[in-house]
């Protein structure tokens, strides 16, 4: 499969360039820093682009299968917008090339505590980080309205280490008792559903496997 990856220098982008790249697909990452991205591969193209040019973004996806998007503002206080923008950008460029199939990273506060409030809007929430959770659910909302073959997974906080291998995923809900999951499950989840398609149309609860 050839992919278009954005987020790539990031700390899950990296693991995600990894397990696709050993996975046999064909990789070209948009980043805004190549120096960033010290890897070399003869199936990774990088091209140095702003997430936010749609131009660049509709040159990337252009005769691409998919699309992998993990990108993110970095810091709390970063640039938060680029999470909606960039994946208005990204849906532009999908529909002027007729490619269909994306698979986003989000975040567990857009998902449902029940079938009236999101987590985001429980007492509990972190304060913190619910500007970027808003961003997430703009995200989200983009997705539900392109018409596209879209997954978004949507993990709670990133545990330490390289990962156990395993993971429980959940439609619209996280996993019971799931409170973390190292990045490397989270990237070994978004291959496989990239592969599969089991969770096409779906926010995806994900969580370590206990």
Known sequence: MQIVLCGATGELGRRVLAEALDRGHTVT???????????????????VGEVRDRQA??????????????????????????????????????LASGVQRIVAVGGAGI????????????PGFPPMLRAISEEHLRAY??????????????????????GSGGYRAERDYLPEGGTQIARADVALFMLDDLE???????RVGISDGL
Request: one cysteine or more; aromatic letters at 4%; a negative charge.
């Open 141 to 162: 909302e983009l997705l539900r309205a392109s018409g596209t073959r879209w997954t978004m997974v949507c993990p709670p906080m990133f545990a330490s280490g390289e």
């Open 196 to 202: 599969s398609g089991a969770f096409i149309g779906s």
């Open 111 to 122: 998902l449902q505590e029940n079938e009236e409030t999101l987590l985001h809007d429980t």
């Open 29 to 47: 990452a948009l980043v805004r820093d190549p120096a960033r991205l010290d890897v070399s591969h003869q199936r990774l193209t990088v091209v």
């Open 57 to 94: 973004v509709a040159a990337v996806i252009a005769g691409q299968d998919a699309v992998v998007s993990c990108i993110g503002p970095g810091r709390i206080d970063g640039n938060l917008d680029v999470l909606s923008a960039g994946m208005s950008s990204i849906l532009a460029g999908m």
